[in-house]
């Protein structure tokens, strides 16, 4: 592995550049033109307005931290089918796609988790991580034709978020409408894999009141020839009813399939300084490829509702302008998911024999917070931004879980004789909820000092505190620093913050060891010091980061349950090129990431060090966007992930370097009326590879066989050791914006 120079125990480098921001998001009355979304020049994009990094409007140069954005017309120019692809193309990310009860995982800076992620998802800046997970997956659910911005912050926010916001928040930020009586987006589209698609944003406004509806919903199925000839995948291992008795004659399984179809509905009321909302999102598949053939059927159902309710009045009081929000959240494991599955079973003589069972899962959580954000003028170039925030929980501890029995396959001839338990729509256990409390408080302070050396220059600094404190884990301090300084094309960024992760309710309850639960994890604890230089022209702009990121307890599955690792230490560096050329007609992007991250955990023998699994050390990404004419773009775009090495329980020890592209074409049909026809084709060149596995990946990928005594002999754990990806897929879209 390259080595990278040593950097300072205090400062270690980092970047953000504005270069990768997209023109301004128009929220129409009547469309523009597509020639339009290529007009600002790229010096004009480092002033955007962002609010992410620090809950106050700033120009993202001079925000405490590396940020990204993607506009709506980049989403568009793209032709990104759900919010999630976003991750496809960010520097530093390494995704694993499984399309199941784990839709997918995005490793972000060298952190792989079991089970959740180490930061936030933010609609409007108000987090969406699921209440028992801790994941993000909702994000594919989220309607995307009412999102004007995507805010990505590098590096830890806990100051301003509080927990998870470990490396970083993704604030999806959707289009307010102000002044427009009437607005009506969306997009229809078809295509491979039985993928269907409708995206819509309707809007009106009377006189004081705005009212908003977005809908969204999206179908499909596995690329049934991705798989290859991968043995855990193999539609024998589904349909053999030596494995599974009559759970392979069709009605709960018996081949390689797993639909999924997510919803999302978002409504919204606002009057003057009240605004109400209420919003609805369910993830709904099978089990996808997280698990071998021969241990789970994935043709099944496995839903994650989440519900939304609240309440926001603005706030202002002399220099103090703030917002408070009451919410209410319900997230969890609806009761009619179910899960067919079979294992080695321990018999009274002491031999193993296969068994397969039936049984249904739920979860119910809930949350109720109440928080004031806000910012005071305290003097020009001065101001203070501060919130407090107190919220309640009840948290489903094991899951809700109805079994029926196990069964032998080669007994099991029918489904009628079976006993199907009853949906786990109430606890069998005692004592199976927690209640949990917190509160919050933060101030970050901002101090801007302009023309301080020379006309034009602009410096910045920024210094936050945050105090949490958790009924179950205890309290949590947290702090932030930064400097930025900005002299003509010239931008300069040292920065510094500490965050925490709180262990989620399944790592924490889950149901039983062996699947990665322990009620006496620790929180785990980090600290990122970057630095960034950036120059930004009218026609091109180019960045370079670095940054460093150590880390303490973190959660980690192993043997038995969950443990809290002793620590991690992870450096990267970032780079990006943006340029432009022929009157705006051609747009080009190029990101390269280089990341070294290691793991010291205790193996029995004592602490050993080894390389953080499944994350590339080598990753680039590009695209252009061409635009012939006014009515014709085209937009081409492509990563490249070098070998990576997976984590030590993966029987694959490594996979191969792989390259997609995904292609986009656009033409305005009817440009005064926003009507635009939409061809995407991902995976342009049809290559097959596959994704690392989820938690251990200890399924293996060789091909399994019965004894001589008649019992089977397969995969080696339940958690699939690849993931494959779709191979090319085609999609063709009617999008409008009036």
Known sequence: MAAMPALSARWTSLLCLLAFLGPEPAIAQG??????????????????????????????????????????????????????????????????????????????????????????????????????????????????????????????????????????????????????????????????????????????????????????????????????????????????????????????GGRYASRHRHQGLDLRWRWNAWSAYAQAFTLSSGYGNAYAGDAVQNDAVWREPDRVLGIAHELVLGRWHGETHLRWRESGVADGSYFVEGYPALQPDGSLRRVVDFSYWGSENRSLALSHDGELAIAPGLSLVAGLRREHKDLQKAYRTNYGPSVFPEEFDSLEAYPFPPRAGFDTLPGNRIRTRQWSAYAQLRRQWDG???????????????????????????????????????????????????????????????????????????????????????????????????????????????????????????????????DGRHEAWIFASWIDAEEQRDEGSGMRRRPVGDAAEHKFYAGWTWQPTPRWTATLRGRWMAARDTVASNPVGRLPAYAVADLNLRWQALPRQGLVLALGITNLTDRRYAHPGLNDASAGIEPGRFGPDGQWTGSAGFYSSLLPQPGRAVQLSLEWNQ
């Open 31 to 252: 469309a523009r033109a597509e020639r339009d979304l290529l007009e600002l020049e790229l010096e004009e994009l480092m002033d955007l307005v962002v609010v992410a990094p620090s809950r106050q409007a700033e120009r993202a140069r001079d925000a405490p931290a590396t940020i990204l954005v993607l506009t709506r017309q980049d989403l568009a120019l793209r032709g990104y089918r759900d919010l999630s692809e976003v991750y496809d193309d960010l520097p530093g990310m390494d995704l694993a796609r499984a399309y199941g009860d784990s839709w997918l995982r995005n490793q972000w800076r060298g952190l792989r988790r079991t089970m959740s992620v180490p930061y936030l998802l933010l609609l409007d800046g108000q987090p969406l991580n699921h209440l028992y997970f801790n994941q993000d997956e909702i994000i594919t659910a989220l309607p995307m034709a009412q999102v004007e911005r995507v805010e990505v912050v590098y590096g830890p926010s806990a100051v301003i978020y509080g927990a998870n916001a470990f490396v970083g928040v993704v604030n999806i930020v959707t289009a307010p409408g102000a002044g427009v009586d009437r607005a009506f987006s969306g997009r229809i589209s078809a295509g491979s894999f039985g993928r269907r698609l409708i995206d819509l944003h309707l809007a009106r406004g009377w006189g004081e009141h705005r009212l908003s509806l977005a809908l969204r919903h999206d179908e499909g199925r596995l690329d049934d020839g991705a798989r290859g000839g991968l043995a855990p995948f193999s539609e024998t291992y589904y349909a053999d009813r030596r494995l599974w008795g009559a759970f392979a004659d069709g009605r709960f």
């Open 452 to 582: 301080r050396f020379g006309e034009g220059d602009r410096h910045v600094l920024t210094l936050g505190l945050r105090h949490d404190d958790f009924s179950a884990i205890g309290p949590a301090t947290t702090l932030r620093g930064g400097y930025s300084g900005n002299w003509g094309p010239w931008t300069l960024k040292l920065l510094y913050g500490e965050s925490f992760n709180e262990p989620a309710p399944r790592e924490l309850y889950g149901g039983w060891q062996g699947s990665g639960s322990d009620p006496a994890l620790k929180p785990e604890s980090g600290a990122t010091r970057e630095l960034h230089l950036g120059w930004q022209g009218r026609q091109a702009g180019a960045w370079i980061s670095a940054w460093r990121l150590a880390t303490r307890n973190d959660i980690v599955t192993v043997a038995g349950g969950a443990t809290n690792l002793g620590r991690r230490d992870a450096r990267g560096i970032d780079l990006g090129l943006r340029a432009r050329w022929a």
